[in-house]
């Protein structure tokens, strides 16, 4: 990682924060959700930018405590701009020790919209994908090519992200959210993961009703015949629109699938018998 010669923190320091961000949900609550992990990964930055000021040190270990909510591949970014800015805090005692919180605050939110929407929203959906039209067919590559996928250009995020985010501070970030870039990336991710989801209704939502037949001797057609004629593919779009509508209900995922499981099974015994 490379640095300009006024920071502090030595690539050592910055490789310590790399690999304590991927635990950055491991001590998730329900009051700050990811205040402790987020602190945890800061915790060699501050011993390192802080090592002769214990006040100021105490006061960044504090803020590390702050509500935090972020996705945890983009949360390196806003560790190194929080990072550049503790420098600068330990170098003056002009600094306004408060704008870090602020600057860490006004940015979680839309660093999270950017994140939730390229990896959750898009990046995880086509890893799914992918790994589901391999698994359908028995092949071991499914789970892996998931986890590949998904978990890759993660770490490569994590990576830079928090290479210039230490590097350039909040600079970037607070142009990129004037000039309406943060609201471009986000618009354009959720056009790739919507796409993405359109395309794994019609290929992996399969409901077959093939053996219902309209009609009399030779010129009965499956039902399925006259549906396609309709719209192609409109029962696995209706099942998935059920299936939205239900959790926008608040049902439970963990129940919602479990009906799922025992609808499929008893509509497959009584298509059986016909």
Known sequence: MLMSSEHKLTNKELRKIFWRSCQLDASWNYERQQNLGYSYAMLPAVKKIYSGDSKKAKSALKRGLDFMAITPQISTLLMGINAAMDERNAESDEFDESSIAAVKTSLMGPLAGIGDSLIAGTL???????????????????????????????????????????????????????????????????????????????????????????????????????????????????????????????????????????????????????
Request: a positive charge.
């Open 124 to 274: 995880r959906i086509i890893a799914t994908g992918i790994a589901i039209g391999f698994a359908q067919q028995g092949n071991l590559l499914g789970p892996l090519l998931f986890l590949l996928i998904y978990n890759v250009p993660g770490f490569i995020i994590r990576y830079y992200g928090l290479k210039y985010g230490y590097r350039y501070g909040a600079y970037f970030i607070t142009n990129a959210e004037k000039t309406g870039l943060m609201d471009k990336i986000t618009y354009a991710a959720s056009i790739v993961g919507l796409t993405a989801i359109g395309g794994m209704i019609s290929q992996y939502i399969v409901f077959d009703v093939s053996k219902i037949k309209i009609g009399a001797g030779k010129f009965a057609q499956p039902l399925n015949t006259y549906l396609d004629m309709i719209m192609p593919k409109l029962i696995p779009l209706l099942i998935f629109l059920l299936i939205y509508w239900i959790v926008g209900k608040k049902v439970k995922t963990s129940a919602l699938l479990i009906w799922t499981v025992v609808v499929c099974i008893g509509g497959a015994f009584i298509i059986s018998l016909i």
